[in-house]
């Protein structure tokens, strides 16, 4: 009878597992193919468009490039300034990842949801604002007459304003649950703060920092909008140069050479990115956050806390100040009156019309993220998944590392026959603004479905559950908020997305960040004063989205 029951048993669990192998299966079927029909085969189609001779691959293609001295000045110049926007990077944000872990002050929300607006904010509205700061005209030109854009240091500054919570929040919120017990014990053991910092503290918060220094990376590897604005002539990376050669060259060969660069680049990245991620979900104990943050003590912190002030101040407030105030430089409104006007130039629709295109691309593009991404998230969800499942979970990531250039211009030549003739409908905007939202879906969903206890979907399932049911009474009542934060970020990055969409929007339809490239590349003070209240009006859509997502935030570790 014991026998009996262990073999019934067995048989259950053994049905129980092949259910949920299917259910994981048919979660991922339409993830995989939206990714397969809307990613790869837009990239594949470009790249394939660019190596193909008379229907034969020329392989060689890639030597011949690569033996060019412009294409490898632009790679050296690529990965020069990745390397050094991410080593500014993290010496200016680190303090702030101290002071937002450890001190507890008047106003630290607020300014918590301050230095995150950069990250939400559109790559083109970032290259406006230091434009308005240290370019032509510009707050610092005015005052002592010096220029730094088409330099380097403009790129750079504006890839440190750009990522600067991305390090404090990703290292701070691991800091803000480490022990300070441990580095105090060690302190009593007569070790200096110093030495106690570099031997308990340093060494647990290494995997933060990495993971933060390669998603810094990552992002300035593949700049395009701060690069185009800020960089001019002298200056482009792999993913300005794609542009270059697919829109005004019309050099498909070299496009797909550096394409495939590129991509090769990004994906050594991302699997360098998830090992530091397991190492750091695995080998810490972690406390509550909000039982280590105190007032600062002594002088030492006052004057730390107001170095992080003073560097907000500076790097963050005040590119944004000055882009306010140049978009108020005409009497009367002059500036945001005139986005009411076409001039049939640059425009066949009033600039303003772009504010509505916008809103309903993004609405439409969160729409499709949330559900792909929340798809992707369930079947993501257990931890005994396979290669072939994690290895899914880095493909996800593929959009944010892509040229999104490649993506756009993939669109044009890959949906351009039945069944997939897409190049005249106004759906093609929000799949390739969809593509990068997924990601950010998946990251948001991810952590809250694994925090699930197991047990209670097994319960469900033995009670005759469905798996839809299973997540419609279980898994959804726990993760509705984070789903609503999900939703946020992708309509957040899916507003500002640019080097798809420059490709694919239609004149008569245009996007905010493509009105305003289109406006800062006319010349006149008219067109720069628009760009700037189109600017602002960018900048503050998402400032108030990501208000709502400050108090929808599901845990107080403050990651992303």
Known sequence: MDLARTEVGKAGRRARNLRGSVARLALMAGPVAFFAVFFAYPVAAIVARGLEVDGVWRFGRIGDVLAQSDVRHVLWFTTWQALASTALTLLVALPGAYVFARFDFPGKQVLRAVVTVPFVLPTVVVGTAFLALVGRGGLLDELWGVRLDTTVWAILLAHVFFNYAVVVRTVGGLWAQLDPRQEEAARMLGASRARAWRQVTLPALAPAVAAAALMVFLFTFTSFGVVQILGGPAFSTLEVEIYRQTSQVFDLSTAAVLTLIQFAAVVAVLAVHAWTVRRRESALRLVDAATTARRPRGAGQWALLAWVLATVALLVVLPLAVLVQRSLGAPGFGYYRALTEADGGAFLVPPIEAIGNSLQYALAATAIAVVIGALAAAALTRRDAGRFVRGFDALLMLPLGVSAVTVGFGFL????????????????????????????????????????????????????????????????????????????????????????????????????????????????????????????????????????????????????
């Open 413 to 560: 030549i890959a949906l351009d026959e039945p069944p997939l003739d897409l190049r005249a409908s106004w759906i093609l905007v929000p799949l390739a603004q969809a593509l990068v939202g997924v990601p950010f879906v998946v990251r948001t969903m991810l952590p809250v479905l694994r925090a699930v206890d197991g047990r209670l979907r097994e319960a469900a399932a033995v009670l005759g559950a469905s798996p839809w049911r299973v997540w419609r009474e279980v898994d959804l009542p726990m993760v509705r908020r984070a789903l609503l934060v999900a939703a946020g970020f992708a309509f957040a990055v899916s507003l500002g997305e640019f080097g798809a969409t420059v490709f694919i929007a239609r004149p008569d339809n245009p996007t905010l960040p493509v009105a305003v490239a289109r406006l800062l590349g006319r010349p006149g003070d008219m067109n720069y004063g628009q760009a700037m209240a189109l600017s602002t009006i960018l900048m503050l859509v998402c400032a108030v989205a990501l208000v709502v997502l400050e108090r929808l935030r599901t845990d107080r570790s403050g990651e992303f």
